[in-house]
């Protein structure tokens, strides 16, 4: 079998790259979501032992927000990948 060509290789980059991207939104919108639901107070747990009432909901709450700092670095630097691989276009 003779190796993948040239083109092949970008645009199997460019896939899995695009596939990147993607799944960060994905992850960057599922975890809006759960912030959000958590200042209004059905946040993780609630109703279960994780949540007895002594203010839990606050702790989860500074867990989501502190990984959400990262997740749109994390879209752009994506995107940036992609239009580079793609030639700046």
Request: charged share 25%; no cysteine; hydrophobic share 30%.
């Amino acid at each position: 079998m003779p190796p993948p060509s040239p083109l092949a290789i970008a645009t199997s980059s460019v896939s899995r790259l695009l596939k990147e991207e993607s799944s960060y939104r994905t992850e960057l919108s599922t975890q809006e979501q759960r912030i959000a639901q958590l200042q209004t107070g059905a946040g993780a747990g609630a109703g279960t032992e994780e949540e007895d009432g002594v203010g839990n909901s606050e702790f989860w709450l500074r867990q989501e927000d502190s990984g959400g700092n990262a997740d749109p670095k994390e879209v752009e630097a994506a995107r940036e990948a992609v239009m580079k691989a793609k030639g700046g276009q």
